[in-house]
T-cell receptor, first 115, second 114 residues
Framework: ETGVTQTPRHLVMGMTNKKSLKCEQH?????MYWYKQSAKKPLELMFV???????ENNSVPSRFSPECPNSSHLFLHLHTLQPEDSALYLC??????????????FGDGTRLSIL | DQQVKQNSPSLSVQEGRISILNCDYT??????FLWYKKYPAEGPTFLIS?????DKNEDGRFTVFLNKSAKHLSLHIVPSQPGDSAVYFC?????????????FGKGTKLTVNP
């Protein structure tokens, strides 16, 4: 599926580096999400943006900083990460409509390794 | 505490037979349930869903059943094909404020043997 594109696909960084993950959705959706998937754990929601406004933060450490400049783009800025932050980071988008049920669509993820 | 549980980490079935994947949940406020399929090195792909007001939804070879009283849902794949081999995630939706929140199970790895 090419509706949600994530770059880069793989990222290796040191604990003192600063990097950003990018997500772009081509589906015309009004909500975007960041998830984290660690080994042997379920996907965990990190951030939610509805209509470009952040509405959920699930107690994510401040070393992760999201940015949503418009309804099609979502970034996750990373700085001074820890080894336990190594994981697969997935972006998703959906059309929020409480009158109906629409699934979230996922990108292929960024595999992040912290040295 | 996990609100969505997939108690079988893996399942192996023969091609042509039925695959049944199970999922249990604890939160009665979940109003929408989804199944996603994931191949290695790819993101989860939406497969099928069901609203909490229904008990069955069918799409081709895939059928999802919901038993609200037991807080249990299952995905049936019949007939199973080798291309169905993947990790299957169950997810349930809750609303927090105006935001949709999906809670996922840990997944079940399905292997369909030719």
């Amino acid at each position: 599926e090419t509706g949600v594109t994530q770059t880069p696909r793989h990222l290796v960084m040191g604990m003192t580096n600063k990097k950003s993950l990018k997500c772009e959705q081509h589906l015309g959706h009004n909500a975007m999400y960041w998830y984290k998937q660690s080994a042997k754990k379920p996907l965990e929601l990190m951030f939610v943006y509805n209509f470009k406004e952040q509405t959920e933060n699930n107690s994510v450490p401040s070393r992760f900083s999201p940015e949503c400049p418009n309804s099609s783009h979502l970034f996750l800025h990373l700085h001074t990460l820890q080894p336990e932050d190594s994981a697969l980071y997935l972006c998703a988008s959906s059309q929020i409509d409480r009158a109906g049920n629409q699934p979230q669509h996922f990108g292929d993820g960024t595999r992040l390794s912290i040295l | 505490d996990q609100q969505v549980k997939q108690n079988s980490p893996s399942l192996s079935v023969q091609e042509g037979r039925i695959s049944i994947l199970n999922c249990d949940y604890t939160n009665s406020m979940f109003d929408y349930f989804l199944w996603y399929k994931k191949y290695p090195a790819e993101g989860p792909t939406f497969l099928i869903s069901i609203s909490s007001i229904k008990d069955k939804n069918e799409d081709g070879r895939f059928t999802v059943f919901l038993n609200k009283s037991a807080k249990h849902l299952s995905l049936h794949i019949v007939p199973s094909q080798p291309g169905d081999s993947a990790v299957y995630f169950c997810a349930a939706r809750a609303w927090e404020g105006g935001s949709e929140k999906l809670v996922f199970g840990k997944g079940t790895k399905l292997t369909v043997n030719p």
